[in-house]
Structures are given as structure tokens and as C-alpha cells.
């Protein structure tokens, strides 16, 4: 079984897919972009974050098509990206984002007690990190 499809039944086995619609959308990223150099584990924990709903994953997508067409070797284009979408942000979206970057960063993430947030952004966060531990535990 290759790497991608060992995050993807691991995810799977832990019942970490909302819908069958995530699941799809992060298989869909798996299949495109983990044969690139910039695909990492942190990438990975973006792509499942990403994959939640169509509209960020049609952020990541376009951010990833054209990182395999400059062909760039990491995600520092993306991470700057990262930064700027956060900035844009005025809920708990912001922490999302922040998340996001903290993967890319390969840093640890912890949502501060008096943070804004939704009850929805928290959930999603919190099956992120979730699933940051079981992608981090495979080699």
C-alpha cells in the first residue's frame, strides 16, 4: 500500500471524514499532488483541513495547481498565502487558517481559552488535530 492511501485508510478507520463528499475532496487532492516535492505530512493535515467544505477546497486547489506548475519544491509560497488569508478573516476562520499555517510550520497549535470562535470552527479544528496526530504517527 503507497503513502497516500495509508493516510487515507487511517483517517478512514479513525472516522474522521464528515461526509463522504470529505473524504472524496481530500482523496482528490492525495491523488493529484503527493507524487510533488512540496507534499509533506503538514501539507497533508492542510488537504484534509482544506477538503471540509468545496469552497476551501477550491482555495487549496487553485493554490496547489499552481505550485505544480511553477513547480515549486515546498509550500512557502503557500504558508506566505496562508498569512494573507488569515489577515482576511474576521470570525473564527482566522483560527482555521492559523491552524493551517501552524501545519505547514510543522508547529504545534493550541486555540487560546478566550479565543472567538465558533462552536463549528472549534469542532473542525479540534478533528484536525485529530487528524495531524494519526497522519504524524504514520512513517
Known amino acids: 500500500m503507497n503513502l497516500k492511501d495509508t493516510y487515507l485508510l487511517a483517517l478512514d478507520t479513525a472516522d474522521l471524514f464528515e461526509s ?3 473524504r472524496t475532496r481530500f482523496k482528490e487532492l492525495l491523488d493529484c499532488f503527493s507524487g510533488y516535492s512540496f507534499f509533506s505530512k503538514g501539507l497533508c493535515k492542510c488537504m484534509y483541513l482544506s477538503a471540509w467544505d468545496d469552497e476551501h477546497f477550491v482555495i487549496i486547489l487553485e493554490i496547489l495547481n499552481a505550485m505544480a506548475l511553477g513547480k515549486d519544491p515546498n509550500t512557502n509560497e503557500m504558508r ?6 488569515a489577515e482576511e478573516q474576521t470570525n473564527g476562520e482566522y483560527y482555521v487558517y492559523l491552524l493551517s499555517n501552524a501545519f505547514l510550520d510543522n508547529k504545534s497549535f493550541h486555540l487560546s481559552e478566550n479565543a472567538k470562535i465558533e ?4 469542532y473542525i479544528i479540534e478533528q484536525a488535530l485529530k487528524a495531524s496526530e494519526i497522519i504524524d504517527s504514520i512513517h
Open 20 to 22: 463522504s463528499a470529505h
Open 80 to 85: 506566505i498565502n496562508g498569512d494573507i488569508l
Open 119 to 122: 462552536p463549528e470552527n472549534s
